[in-house]
Nanobody
Framework: QVPLVESGGGLVQAGGSLTLSCAASDHTLSPYAMGWFRQAPAKEREFVAGISRNGLSSGHTDSVQGRFIISRDIAKNMVFLRVISLKPEDTALYYC????????????????????WGQGTQVTVSS
């Protein structure tokens, strides 16, 4: 088991920004590609952003392009999601996921590829 802990969510006004963090105490994240997903009430969990093991490859879903940026600090063993220009439709529970892989420059969009998940951090955007 790799216990992932997300933090940084909150209530913000439309147009605001947040930085979400994901950490794994006592476990290295180096064998894992990482991803951020979100789930709004009555909706499926959806891919937001993914990043490869070495941090050199990343991708974001179309609806957040230019507003969200995923990054990872390998030395600090953490993954981040910087979110700006938030919209009410971004309101959701945001999850961090870890996908064990032998590929250093791949990230994954399908949640079924992920082995571990955190409990989520809530982001609520008011209009």
């Amino acid at each position: 088991q790799v216990p992932l802990v997300e933090s940084g969510g909150g209530l913000v006004q439309a147009g605001g920004s947040l930085t979400l963090s994901c950490a794994a105490s006592d476990h290295t994240l180096s064998p894992y590609a990482m991803g951020w997903f979100r789930q709004a009430p009555a909706k499926e969990r959806e891919f937001v952003a993914g990043i490869s093991r070495n941090g050199l490859s990343s991708g974001h879903t179309d609806s957040v392009q230019g507003r969200f940026i995923i990054s990872r600090d390998i030395a600090k063993n953490m993954v981040f999601l910087r979110v700006i220009s938030l919209k009410p439709e971004d309101t959701a529970l945001y999850y961090c996921g870890a996908a064990r892989t032998g590929f250093t420059e791949r990230y994954f969009i399908n949640p079924k590829e992920y082995d571990y998940w955190g409990q989520g951090t809530q982001v609520t955007v008011s209009s």
